[in-house]
DNA sequence: CAAGTAATAACGTCAGAACAAAGTATTGAC
DNA sequence: GTCAATACTTTGTTCTGACGTTATTACTTG
């Protein structure tokens, strides 16, 4: 009843569905704090009424917040903003994005940039364990701390990525830059001693542990898009994570 | 044209909804691999015909299996079992499922069990600072290794776990038992030297680091379910984890 | 007055239809 | 034979309409 109403404006000309317009328009109204936490939603058919669109599409738009943890819907009750801390998911991020996104200025020098053959990057990626790999040993600064120690071997398709590329970008951009999209990852984090590698350029002194995490990404078909071998100075890095069971 | 037709017989009688019944079927053809990575789909119009059921109703089974990674759908072009080598999705479980899974025989010993007041628990679980909460912390063994030293601090309504209780069952599965589905969940992974309580608990000798996490845990109202702060041994342990952007 | 019951509001499921957009394959002109 | 226009296939979007299910509220009744 007391529910607010959101402005919502619609345009039919528009290329972008309709129900993602009011998906958009709905979220900003949360994210922005028109709407708050535990605020009734305005039901579906007012929606549909007000906006001048069908029902279905007044749903999915609903659907896709309440995908996003930002509505709870409950039947024979309404729907409700969600109480919830956090409404960001876990996004598929590399370290430069995270470095970038702090303000800090990262820096990359490339040790390795070769092809070589690698049995157990070969098997990750669900490839011919004799298939030549582009092998990438990267050492990522924050200002002049070194923060990760980073080898990397990418399929036969990416092989002719420059060393100059990887310099300057992530390599989560360089892939986004030509159309590549990881959207699936398996990934497994641990933590052991450094070894003399990593001692040396990760500039670990006395007994202090690294984090570890390796990857496998897949793009949207299931198609191998990297595997990644990475270690941390534990000391100046966490990973952050979002687990989302929805 | 050539797609296979995969048997499916639906249920109009029963309280499942017709688009889960052929979802799940659907699903079962291709993780038993009766359809193969590849293989080409049978399209929703003929779907439609054979199974006697509406395109929506097909269309919202093919979404379910597109979500969880084993489908590809492409425009004009049709739909295709994905190439995935990992359909599964990542849960929010616990080491105690981890476990089982495996067939090890776990064992919990409970150290502490009381009420305290704890700021940063409390803060992390969103309630005021001086809220009271049930502490607990618990060593989980795997046969006679000790694997995990774990300190959970519960918001007041779930004061009333008993001792008992955490010693024989993992506590998301006593929170299931009770109805309480922790579906998001805030985590941060990390890694550090042990502290002496951790040394003597996981019987950590040498220079040996241990893998930290802590994990906010909330409902989909966004209510606090549990706030924990973990330490694994790293020699013997590894967190997986599935990142799914889709 | 309390307990059961009926009305109501809200979300959930399902159907059938029409048109749009994106690829692919075919056809026709030069 | 090559290239461009066209037809066709398949998924994407949107609509209208109907009925089912669940929780709340108000009313009735013992």
Chains 1, 2 share one sequence.
Not at 83 to 98: G, I, P, Q
Not at 118 to 140: F, G, K, Q, W, Y
Not at 177 to 205: C, F, K, N, W, Y
Not at 217 to 231: R, T, W, Y
């Amino acid at each position: 009843m007391g529910a607010l109403e959101v402005k919502v404006t619609i345009d039919r000309r528009s290329p972008s569905p309709l129900y993602h317009q009011v998906a958009e328009q709905l979220t900003s109204a949360i994210t922005d704090g028109r709407l708050k936490p535990g605020d009734p939603f305005e039901n579906e058919i007012a929606l549909v009424e007000r906006l001048k669109v069908s029902r279905p599409t007044v749903r999915r738009a609903i659907q896709e917040l309440v995908d996003r943890g930002l509505l709870v819907r409950r039947r024979g009750l309404g729907t409700t903003v969600a109480n919830s801390k956090v409404h960001r998911r876990f996004e598929l991020t590399s370290l430069y994005d995270d470095l970038v996104r702090d303000g800090r200025q990262p820096r990359t020098d490339v040790l390795t940039h070769e092809m070589t053959v690698n049995e157990r990057a070969a098997a990750a990626l669900d490839l011919p364990v004799d298939t030549p790999l582009l092998h990438v040993a990267r050492v990522r600064h924050a200002g002049e701390i070194p923060l990760a120690l980073m080898r990397n071997w990418l399929p036969p398709h990416l092989s002719d990525l420059t060393r100059e590329d990887l310099e300057t970008y992530g390599l989560y951009a360089i892939l986004r830059e030509r159309g590549i999209r990881p959207v699936v990852a398996q990934q497994s984090i641990g933590a052991r001693m450094p070894t003399s590698l990593e001692r040396r350029h990760l500039h670990i002194r006395g007994s202090q542990p690294v984090l570890t995490m390796t990857r496998m990404a897949f793009d949207a078909s299931g198609n191998a898009v990297e595997f990644g071998d990475h270690s941390y100075r534990a000391s100046d890095y966490t990973i952050e994570l979002m687990v989302d069971e929805r």
